[in-house]
């Protein structure tokens, strides 16, 4: 069985291993010189933001588009760390999509945090 992800970096990489985008990287990567692309950095920064303390939840995908104006429900406690300040938001807090917080909301929905309403 495969290990849960602890964060959205987590989920991103089992995203990425499992389309080939991973294995790419690492190719073009080392084909240029570069020694380290940056992903485990990237990986662990985004574990950081978006952190999953319910472990009964896992990563989805996103078969509708997502437009301004739809709802979702937060379907487990989310805790976000915002330029080293801890944000929270509960489970069963109803979300609504604006063009600020689309990214974010996507984000939610791939890490399987969110169910449309």
Known sequence: MAEKSSGLGDSIEKFTKATGIKKAVEVVT?????????????????NKLVTYKNSNIEPTTI?????????YL???NITNMINNQESRILK????????????EIEGYLLAG????L
Not at 63 to 71: A, Q, R, Y
Not at 92 to 103: M, P, Q
Not at 113 to 116: A, H, M, S, T
């Open 113 to 116: 945090l969110l169910k449309k």
């Open 92 to 103: 069963d807090t109803i979300l609504i999509v604006g063009e600020k917080n689309k990214i």
């Open 30 to 46: 080392k084909a240029v010189g570069i020694e380290d692309c940056g992903c485990t950095r990237r990986k662990e920064q985004l």
């Open 74 to 76: 937060v379907l487990g």
């Open 63 to 71: 078969e509708e588009p997502i437009n301004e104006g739809d709802t």
